[in-house]
């Protein structure tokens, strides 16, 4: 995925708790703030996880998924792939074989 692996480009740190605050109730941004200082959140993946991790465990409001993207300066596909709740599927790269006749 050529999206992660840019992950980091373009993610600004700290930022992106003050540009989610706005749209959070300050009860569940402190219990965010809390969370989210607990782990190593240096690019935009991480950030987008462990808000999610923090959304389901501590069980607070989230944000727009539109305000999430626009904190994390990344696509709201990426929001929406990264919160969403459908298991992973693993996909298999296949090789394409060329005979070459001499």
């Not at 373009?10 to 605050?21: L, R, T, V």
């Not at 809390?34 to 808000?51: H, R, T, V």
């Given at each position: 995925?050529?999206?992660?692996?840019?992950?980091?480009?373009?993610f600004?740190?700290?930022?992106?708790?003050?540009?989610?605050e706005?749209?959070?109730?300050?009860?569940?941004?402190?219990?965010?703030?809390?969370?989210m200082?607990?782990?190593?959140?240096?690019?935009?993946?991480?950030?987008?996880?462990?808000?999610g991790?923090?959304?389901?465990?501590?069980?607070?409001?989230?944000?727009?998924?539109?305000?999430?993207?626009i904190?994390?300066?990344?696509?709201?596909?990426?929001?929406s792939?990264?919160?969403?709740?459908?298991?992973?599927?693993?996909?298999?790269k296949?090789?394409?074989?060329?005979i070459?006749?001499?």
């Amino acid at each position: 995925m050529s999206g992660d692996r840019n992950d980091s480009e373009g993610f600004d740190s700290p930022q992106f708790m003050p540009s989610i605050e706005k749209d959070m109730d300050s009860f569940d941004f402190w219990i965010l703030q809390g969370y989210m200082e607990q782990g190593e959140i240096n690019n935009k993946s991480k950030a987008i996880k462990a808000l999610g991790h923090c959304i389901k465990e501590m069980d607070i409001d989230s944000p727009p998924q539109t305000s999430i993207a626009i904190a994390a300066h990344c696509d709201p596909s990426l929001v929406s792939r990264l919160l969403s709740d459908k298991p992973k599927k693993k996909l298999e790269k296949k090789r394409n074989c060329c005979i070459v006749a001499r």
